[in-house]
């Protein structure tokens, strides 16, 4: 399984056809979960671990790798079910995401499927506030849990959720600035949603690219002008039923749409991304989750939005 990064080309392809692929995997029952190959670096056996005085609970240790320490989690422990059993027979799903590297401990690692966003679904209603779902989908009649690795990292690592004070300009901002955030992760809307209240920014929440869709295209067909309504548009990548690519695609394709500022925001990281971000229109790219980043893009932006509307 170390290799399974070797074909990027063709899973970048992917990512620009509402397509991607999953790594499945078990934790600690027969159910099976899934993680997006883009976000993983290796998956190994798990190597000997050097445990760290007074970290949090889930984290097993520290491995080395190559010349790196990276932290090892129990992924099991993280979303509420048993520890795994800590031995040769788990594997480390090395993962990067919001700019940092670390290993998800799992049970066993089962296969890479290939299929489309809009095959994935948002969670079942009633899984309530507290789930660590962001997302299912069938194959072969059995459901694939896609777990909210955004909430995972925010309670294990944690980081600061607000921009800093000395960065903040609250003149760039008027009380009718309004922007469209569109993430599946209710950790990350209500991140970036957070950056926004800074400096007053009012924020409509969606949870995928359909809905963003099909909101935007409800408006215009009620006659309203989308850069009038939004001053930008902030989008995750990876989401069921219709991706931020997908998503940015039909925004720039559209002559009603295709003025609008768009941000994707992704805890997807590479060389990819910029590649992708230009084939697809998009305006910017940028990295999870960096509070004074998100800050400056959306200062920086307001800045140009009030001198092309005054």
């Known amino acids: 399984m170390a290799g399974v990064l070797d074909g990027v080309d063709q899973r970048t392809k992917l990512a620009g056809h509402n397509r991607f692929e999953l790594l499945l995997f078990?934790?600690?029952?027969?159910?099976?979960?899934?993680i997006n190959v883009f976000k993983v670096q290796e998956v190994i056996q798990c190597?000997?671990?050097?445990q760290i005085p007074n970290s949090h609970s889930v984290i097993c240790g520290v491995a080395h790798?190559?010349?790196?320490t990276i932290?090892?989690?129990?992924?099991?422990?993280?979303?509420?079910?048993?520890?795994?059993v800590r031995d040769a027979g788990c594997y480390v799903i090395v993962?990067?995401?919001?700019?940092?590297?670390?290993?998800?401990?799992?049970?066993?690692?089962?296969?890479?499927?290939?299929?489309?966003?809009?095959?994935?679904?948002?969670?079942?209603?009633?899984?309530?506030k507290e789930s660590y779902l962001t997302a299912v989908t069938e194959i072969d009649g059995e459901l694939i849990?896609?777990?909210?690795?955004?909430?995972v990292m925010k309670e294990v690592i944690g980081g600061r959720e607000e921009a800093s004070a000395e960065i903040i300009d609250m003149e760039v901002t008027s009380k009718n600035d309004h922007?469209?955030?569109?993430?599946?992760?209710?950790?990350?809307r209500n991140q970036?949603?957070?950056?926004?209240?800074?400096?007053?920014?009012?924020?409509?929440?969606?949870?995928?690219g359909q809905e963003a869709w099909d909101h935007l295209n409800a408006l215009v067909a009620d006659g309203i002008d989308i850069q009038d309504k939004y001053s930008m548009i902030i989008s995750d990548v990876e989401m069921p039923r219709m991706d931020g690519y997908t998503l940015a695609t039909k925004i720039k394709a559209d002559p009603n749409m295709k003025k609008i500022y768009l941000i994707l925001h992704t805890s997807l990281s590479g060389v990819f991304n910029t590649s992708m971000v230009q084939k697809v229109g998009a305006n910017e790219f940028l990295a999870k989750f960096d509070p004074d980043s998100l800050m400056n893009s959306i200062q920086h932006q307001l800045k140009l939005y009030h001198a092309a509307h005054s």
């Open 26 to 34: 078990k934790l600690v029952s027969k159910q099976r979960f899934g």
């Open 47 to 50: 190597p000997p671990l050097t």
């Open 65 to 68: 790798l190559r010349g790196k």
């Open 71 to 84: 932290p090892v989690l129990d992924l099991s422990m993280a979303i509420g079910m048993r520890p795994l």
């Open 95 to 128: 993962t990067e995401y919001n700019r940092s590297i670390q290993g998800f401990l799992v049970g066993s690692v089962d296969r890479i499927i290939n299929i489309g966003w809009e095959q994935v679904k948002a969670p079942p209603t009633g899984t309530g």
């Open 145 to 151: 849990e896609v777990i909210d690795v955004e909430k």
């Open 179 to 188: 922007i469209l955030v569109v993430d599946d992760s209710s950790v990350a």
């Open 192 to 208: 970036v949603k957070r950056v926004c209240q800074q400096i007053g920014i009012e924020c409509t929440l969606l949870k995928d």
